[in-house]
């Protein structure tokens, strides 16, 4: 188990530096100019210069990239005077003359935009994503479990036709076309029935008591966001339920009289979870990355509204920093997705 998760962390790290690699020359390529949106239009040259050294970009583009990643990295060597204290802070592990070898936070730069640190914003926004994955993985997993459930029992029905027709629907259309019908529908036209927002925070912030906890500003984007999760773990239930319900062992619990209650929900729903949990597990990473563009229509408060945001006014640090951050959730969810599975799964030989 060591030897698998220790091979598994070192082919995270390949994959990060691959991401941080890939995206630092995308991003060099692509226009604009960071020190003209720093210091501004009619800054005189000592002032671009500063701001241009301070930012490394007076060096070459290999020096850049390792400075890039020298600071990203939680391992990194770095002076030890006051400015670079200040800036990297962490713990001195070996001392290498006027530098050390520092385990310290990664340093994803700083903001162009407002000149706050970049891993203070990812993670000031972070909650927002992540109750809106989670909530949108909930969602899709208990009712796709229970329609997969009961379209096994009924094959070929109309009410199976019904929900397999529905979930292809669902797994077809791009999830921010659903979004934009979700909120124009029962955000804008049935609102005054629904009692849903087009937009809103999970916190909403009173001038006299505070923040107030309001769920339902969390269905109308977990809901859209789920979509296409709940649509697959249907189909993969009813095939993984269909699979079970056709063994010798679930025929000999119903010929010992077992009512079907406990026959589904004893026998055959526990040994039929397992790829639905394999499912479930790997789509709150995708769900994370995904919540991009829901977040913007629901203007909800999360990595993809800062994000998009830091796009549009070209940003790059903050573009740069939400692509390592969203790239490092998925290795760590699918590190421990594996190993999950094994424990779930004894036959699974790692």
């Known amino acids: 188990m060591l030897s698998f998760l220790l091979s598994r962390l070192g082919q995270g790290i390949l994959v990060l530096v691959g991401v ?13 100019d960071p020190v003209a949106l720093l210091a501004g239009q009619r800054s005189d040259p000592a002032t671009r210069a500063a701001i241009s050294a301070d930012l490394g970009l007076d060096k070459p583009l290999p020096a850049q990239l390792l400075g890039y ?4 990295s939680p391992l990194g060597i770095h002076p030890r005077d006051s400015a670079a ?7 001195t592990l070996l001392p290498l003359g006027s530098q050390a070898l520092v385990l310290k936070a990664p340093y994803l730069r700083r903001s162009f935009q407002s000149n706050k640190d970049v891993l203070s914003i990812l993670l000031d926004h972070f909650t927002g994503t992540l109750w809106l994955a989670l909530a949108a993985m909930l969602l899709a997993a208990v009712l796709g479990i229970l329609f997969g459930i009961v379209a096994a029992l009924r094959p070929h ?5 019904t929900l397999i027709t529905t979930s292809v629907l669902g797994i077809s259309v791009p999830s921010f076309v659903a979004g934009i019908l979700i909120a124009m529908t029962f955000g804008f036209y049935w609102s005054h029935w629904t009692g849903l927002n087009l937009t809103g925070q999970l916190y909403e912030t009173d001038p006299f008591t505070g923040n107030h906890l309001v769920l339902r500003n969390l269905l109308l984007p977990a809901f859209a966001l789920g979509i296409r999760p709940l649509a697959i773990i249907t189909q993969l239930t009813r095939s993984s339920m269909l699979d079970v319900l056709s063994q010798d062992y679930i025929r000999t619990a119903r010929a010992k009289g077992l009512s079907a209650y406990r026959t589904v929900v004893g026998h055959a729903l526990k040994n039929a979870l397992n790829p639905v949990v394999t499912a479930v597990s790997g789509w709150l990473a995708s769900l994370m990355a995904g919540a991009f563009f829901i977040e913007y229509i629901f203007n909800w408060k999360g990595l993809g509204t800062i994000t998009l945001r830091a796009v549009e006014n070209l940003d790059f640090p903050v573009v740069m920093g939400a692509t390592l951050f969203i790239a490092f959730l998925f290795v760590a969810i699918n590190i421990v997705v594996d190993l999950l599975y094994a424990v779930l799964d004894p036959r699974v030989k790692l």
């Open 20 to 32: 941080a690699v890939t995206v630092f020359f995308l991003f060099n390529v692509l226009p604009g």
């Open 69 to 72: 990643l020298n600071d990203a």
């Open 85 to 91: 204290v200040a800036r990297y802070g962490g713990l």
């Open 157 to 161: 029905s109309w009410l199976d036709r």
